[in-house]
Each structure stands twice: as C-alpha cells, then as structure tokens.
C-alpha cells in the first residue's frame, strides 16, 4: 500500500479484502468470527497489530481478540486480552477523534481523551519526521454497527507497516473491512444465540420428556387409581387416561372406561356431589359400580390442569379405595345408634327419631290445649288471641300468610285461599307435623279434627325377670333376642322397634289410628306370647303395653312417660308386678328408662 495511486496496488488490495472477508463468513463461531477479524486487518489491511473490543450484554466493551503481527519484547496488546471499558468512555473517545468517513482517528495530541478505563497500549517505534508519519501513541478506531444502528464493538487497528498515517485508500478499505466485519459479527452472534436458544430448547424438551415420563410411570404404576377426564370437546366428561389400579378397583376393562366418564359409573344418590367436584376440584367420597353391579366406596381427589393461554385442560383425579374404611365407620355408627344385642334401634336413636317428628309449636284447639309460647321464626311467642300482637301482624292476610298452613295443621284452622304454599312461610316448618287423634271420633273424626297420628307403643315383658333367675342371662338374652324378632315382624313397613332397655321395647308407628293402633298392639301380644325354644327349654314371656300419642310441642321425655304409665296402668290392672312403677299412688315421679347399650 506504499504507492496507493497505483491501479494495480488497489486490484491486490482487494483482492486480499475479499480474501479476509471470505474468512470472516467462513468461522463457525462468534470466537472464531473475531479472531478472522484482527487477523484480517492484520494481514490485509497493512497494520502490526488490531483488537476487537465487543460490546457485553450489559452495555460496556470488553477485548475479546487481539492479533500482532510479530509479538514485542514487551508482550504486546496481548496483555489486553479480556479487559474492560466503560460504554460512557468509548462513547466519549469515539466523539473526541477526528471523523475518517465511519472511521475515528484519535492523534497523539489528544490522548488525553483516552480514560484511564479504556484498555490500551503504547508499543516500541519511530518518532514521526513530519505529519503524515505515524506516532506511537496514535489511535485509528472502526466502530462496527448492525443494521438497525446498534454499536457491536470496535475495532483498533495500530502501527501500519508503512509507518505512514493511512491515506485515502487505506481509510476506504478499512472502512469497508470493518462493515464486512460487522456483518459477520451480527451473524456469529445471531448463530450463537440460535445455537443457545436450539440448547435451552433442547434442554426444555428433554425436561419435558422426562417428567412426561415421570408422570406416565406415576400415573401407570400407582397403587391407587388414576384418571384424567377431558375438560373440552366432543370428549367433554369422558376418561380420556385410566391406569391399571383403575381398572382392578372397578373390575372393568381400559378400553370399556375409557369410553365411559365417572358420572356413568357414580351412584344414582351420589350425582350431585360428582357434579359439585368435577365442577370446582377437590374431595369427595361417593360410590361407584363396578362391573359386578355392585358399588364400591371411594375418595376422589381433583385437580383441575390448567394451560396459561388455554385455561383449564383436564382434569386429574386421584380414585382412592376407601370401603373398608367406610364399612367400619358404618359399624361404629350402628353400634353408637343400635343395641348390641338386638340390633334394633337403641334408646338414643328412638330419642333422635322422636326429636325429627316433634317441633315445639303445640297444637290448637282441634287437638291439646295450646297454652303457653311456640317457637315460630325463631322467637318464643305466646299462643291464644294475642299471638298475632306478639308477631306484630295484625289480624288478616298478612297473619293468615304467615302462620296458615303451621296453624291449621295444629287445630286454628286454615283460612280461605291458603293451601300447603304457605309451607315455605319464615314462620312454618318443612316437615308433616305431629297432631294427636281426637280420642272422640277415632275412626270419623269431625271436620277438623286429625284422624291420625304417631303413635307411641311401649312393651315391658311380664315373666322375664324368672327366666334370668331360672335360666341365666345367656337364656334372658337369647329371650330378648327373639322377642324382637317376633315385634319386627308384626309392625307395618316404616314402623321403629326399639328396646329402651333391659326388658323395655317401644313401637313407634306413624300416621295411624287409635283403632289401628290398638289392632297394633294387639298383634304385638298375640306374637310375643307363644312359647319359645330356648336351649331345648320351653320358654314364654307375657307383654304389657301402653299406647301413647306424641304430638308437636311434646317433649321426648313426656311422650316416653305417658306410654311408659299407660302401659303399667294395663300391667296393674291384670295383675302383673308393678317393679318400678311410680304412678301418683306411689308418690313418686317418672322413672327413667335405662338405654340398650
């Protein structure tokens, strides 16, 4: 470049700028692309040395390749490899140096531009003889741009090997290197980002297979059965994914559930809770059938999958085996409300059958007295002529809304226009109330008067204390036991037979007569009296029975003692014991009925 008028010293200079150019498309990394750069302006530009400091990510530049031409005693620019400038002070030397087209030449006279954060050396040469020679201390820049103007690097270029300051030529090549080594550069980054994002893609994707496979083994080999229900589409509801613990705990196929959805398969009594879970996720313990048409008891947990983009997907369930579980708390709950003995209902399920059948608003003069308070929308209110004034409702619609059906079915009657829609009233109850029969017209009662009722029988076996003492209490209970057989089989379907206790049982019969209650009781007799055989030993028992009437404002307590007297009236008046009775003649109060453990 020594004589650069001379045409053909140009046609070499570009062919060695084509040359250097191929080589920079030719690396394969951004490394290798700023190696091919310094070693490019090295040896086809005419300079001794060049680096290329590359902009980070956070903005500063940093020397990321050097190249000499022949290394100095000194170690040369070499020792600047991987130091680091601040932007704001290349920005400012960039500013400072004189404008060579896209090039910046920075004299020797203003070094003192260069901040003490800019990497830079000063190597061995010539003192210049006049102002085209070269200073040591120069410093000729080409600043590299991508397309969008965004700054990649610099890069310096130091000591032509002429020892002249380039001219004209040299600037334009330089400058054109410099573009090409831009390009490349942008490129190689562009290539290592692809590469690093084609690697986290990668690395992503064997994640996702991996905890796909995570998954399908947990789902497949789970002790306990899985599902996944389809969300959305023709599929909508359908078990799209069963595992084999699935199908074991349901006896049926894959293929057969996987063309089903879980409500085909839950128990008729159980839809609304499946629907209440599939619907908002969570827990529920409900039965499904299995192939042998039998129900199975099972917890199922949700979990509703969801897409960031998409939203719910599918539902995961979690199908857990809970019967036998289910089945003892069934046991405990029947011995906590059954006589062990009997199994009839004991005296604590008798008092919680009583209590869903009795509320506290007594009746009206069709039937007992009513004197005192109810409880009527949630308040204790007297009863009579001022229960209107006690509800603040004065007499007329707004008081017949409020307690019509509640009152006519006690006795106070119904006015006209009001039918069982007033049952929805704040002021009414949602279940058939309890009216005693009119004793006077049992079986015709006058417009009214309640025909029918709850009927409340108790039983105390007359003779049993002698067969404990004769036979022993394994006789007793093997007596005990068949009189609730025999008690079971005389009253109608729906009827209660419980045993209070000891030698005590009471018949609840709901929505009967006197007249039917009595025929009622009658059958009771008649099947307890004949002779039973008890460990090849004739037994028998007598019965005494009390039929009494529980009627709404009753107590529990109260129901129980008018039987329980009424019964010991007939024992007394046959003849029978009268252990424990504590009638009026006897000065003393009721008895209290011992419970059937």
């Given at each position: 470049m020594e004589a650069e008028s001379e045409p053909y010293v140009r046609l070499a200079t570009l062919r060695t700028l084509h040359r250097v150019v191929a080589d920079l498309n030719a690396a394969r990394s951004l490394a290798g692309t700023l190696q091919a750069v310094v070693e490019g302006a090295v040896s086809g530009m005419g300079f001794d040395a060049a680096a290329v400091s590359l902009v980070r990510p956070d903005g500063d530049l940093v020397i990321a390749a050097v190249w000499e031409l022949q290394e100095t005693g000194c170690g040369g620019p070499g020792v600047l490899l991987g130091q680091v400038g601040s932007r704001e002070s290349w920005e400012r030397l960039l500013n400072v140096g004189e404008h060579w087209g896209t090039l910046r030449f920075v004299p020797y006279d203003r070094g003192w531009a260069i901040a003490p954060d800019i990497p830079s050396w000063t190597g061995d040469g010539p003192m210049p003889r006049d102002e085209t020679d070269w200073h040591p201390a120069d410093v000729l820049l080409a600043p590299m741009y991508s397309?969008?103007?965004?700054?990649?690097?610099?890069?310096?270029?130091?000591?032509?090997?002429?020892?002249?300051?380039?001219?004209?030529?040299?600037?334009?090549?330089?400058?054109?290197?410099?573009?090409?080594?831009?390009?490349?550069?942008?490129?190689?980054?562009?290539?290592?980002?692809?590469?690093?994002?084609?690697?986290?893609?990668?690395?992503?994707?064997?994640?996702?297979?991996?905890?796909?496979?995570?998954?399908?083994?947990?789902?497949?080999?789970?002790?306990?059965?899985?599902?996944?229900?389809?969300?959305?589409?023709?599929?909508?509801?359908?078990?799209?994914?069963?595992?084999?613990?699935?199908?074991?705990?349901?006896?049926?196929?894959?293929?057969?559930?996987?063309?089903?959805?879980?409500?085909?398969?839950?128990?008729?009594?159980?839809?609304?809770?499946?629907?209440?879970?599939?619907?908002?996720?969570?827990?529920?313990?409900?039965?499904?059938?299995?192939?042998?048409?039998?129900?199975?008891?099972?917890?199922?947990?949700?979990?509703?999958?969801?897409?960031?983009?998409?939203?719910?997907?599918?539902?995961?369930?979690?199908?857990?085996?809970?019967?036998?579980?289910?089945?003892?708390?069934?046991?405990?709950?029947?011995?906590?409300?059954?006589?062990?003995?009997?199994?009839?209902?004991?005296?604590?399920?008798?008092?919680?059958?009583?209590?869903?059948?009795?509320?506290?608003?007594?009746?009206?003069?069709?039937?007992?007295?009513?004197?005192?308070?109810?409880?009527?929308?949630?308040?204790?209110?007297?009863?009579?002529?001022?229960?209107?004034?006690?509800?603040?409702?004065?007499?007329?619609?707004?008081?017949?809304?409020?307690?019509?059906?509640?009152?006519?079915?006690?006795?106070?009657?119904?006015?006209?226009?009001?039918?069982?829609?007033?049952?929805?009233?704040?002021?009414?109850?949602?279940?058939?109330?309890?009216?005693?029969?009119?004793?006077?017209?049992?079986?015709?009662?006058?417009?009214?008067?309640?025909?029918?009722?709850?009927?409340?029988?108790?039983?105390?076996?007359?003779?049993f204390k002698s067969i404990n003492d004769r036979f022993g209490h394994n006789a007793g209970d093997a007596v005990l036991v068949e009189v609730a057989r025999r008690l079971q089989h005389v009253v109608r379907e729906g009827d209660t037979v419980a045993r209070l206790g000891g030698d005590e049982f009471v018949v609840l019969a709901d929505n009967i007569g006197r007249d039917e209650a009595k025929d009622l009781a009658g059958r009771l007799r008649t099947a307890v009296i004949p002779p039973m055989r008890i460990d090849g030993r004739a037994m028998r028992v007598g019965v005494s029975l009390g039929i009494g009437w529980a009627g709404c404002g009753m107590s529990i307590e109260e129901v129980l003692h008018t039987a329980d007297e009424l019964m010991y009236v007939e024992k007394r008046s046959r003849g029978g014991s009268s252990r424990g009775a504590r009638g009026p003649q006897h000065g003393g109060g009721p008895r209290s009925h011992r419970r059937a453990g």
């Open positions: 397309p969008g103007g965004e700054l990649l690097g610099v890069l310096s270029v130091d000591r032509p090997r002429n020892g002249k300051r380039p001219g004209a030529w040299t600037r334009e090549a330089l400058e054109m290197f410099s573009l090409q080594a831009s390009i490349a550069i942008g490129n190689a980054r562009l290539r290592a980002e692809m590469q690093r994002a084609l690697a986290r893609l990668e690395k992503e994707q064997q994640a996702l297979r991996a905890s796909e496979e995570s998954f399908r083994q947990a789902f497949e080999y789970a002790p306990s059965g899985m599902a996944i229900t389809e969300l959305h589409g023709l599929q909508r509801g359908k078990l799209s994914r069963v595992n084999d613990a699935l199908c074991r705990l349901l006896g049926r196929p894959r293929a057969v559930l996987r063309r089903q959805s879980f409500a085909d398969l839950v128990h008729p009594e159980d839809r609304a809770l499946l629907d209440r879970t599939s619907a908002e996720g969570g827990r529920a313990e409900l039965r499904l059938s299995r192939r042998d048409g039998s129900y199975l008891w099972v917890c199922l947990r949700n979990s509703v999958v969801a897409d960031a983009s998409e939203g719910p997907r599918f539902l995961l369930t979690h199908v857990e085996d809970i019967e036998d579980r289910k089945r003892h708390e069934l046991q405990l709950a029947h011995r906590a409300s059954h006589d062990a003995l009997t199994g009839l209902p004991n005296g604590a399920e008798l008092r919680t059958r009583l209590s869903l059948r009795l509320c506290t608003l007594p009746q009206g003069p069709g039937g007992a007295a009513a004197s005192g308070t109810a409880a009527l929308g949630g308040a204790n209110v007297p009863l009579g002529d001022s229960l209107g004034a006690a509800l603040g409702l004065a007499p007329g619609p707004d008081l017949e809304a409020a307690l019509g059906a509640d009152l006519a079915v006690h006795g106070y009657g119904v006015p006209d226009g009001y039918g069982p829609q007033v049952l929805g009233s704040p002021y009414g109850y949602d279940h058939v109330h309890a009216v005693v029969p009119d004793a006077a017209a049992p079986d015709a009662p006058q417009p009214g008067a309640p025909a029918k009722g709850l009927a409340v029988i108790f039983c105390d076996l007359d003779g």
